[in-house]
């Protein structure tokens, strides 16, 4: 029969929190960084030597870039859980 502790059982939630911290930090600094590079990618049209394009081109490329950033942005914060809101057994016995 296995004998969980609560420090066991605390020191595994650590744990499993650093796990999931480190997995985000990996992702989202690679997936920032690909979207920084693809900006850039953009931005690398501005030539009018070599492309066409309109003020109105510029702004409705604008306005859709916008609109995605915010709602991703948006997505994340939805997602963040504040400490308020996870189970701890040491606060819920008190």
Known sequence: MVKLSMNNLKGN???????????FVELI???VNSCTN???????????????????????IETHL??????????LRARRITRADLFDFEEEGE
Do not use: C, P, V
């Open 13 to 23: 939630k650590i744990r499993n929190e650093q796990i999931k911290k480190d997995k």
């Open 29 to 31: 600094e690679r997936r």
């Open 38 to 60: 693809q900006m850039r990618l953009i931005g690398n049209l501005a030539n009018q030597h070599l492309y066409s394009y309109t003020d109105l081109e510029i702004d409705l």
């Open 66 to 75: 916008e609109e995605q950033l915010k709602k991703n942005i948006d997505q």
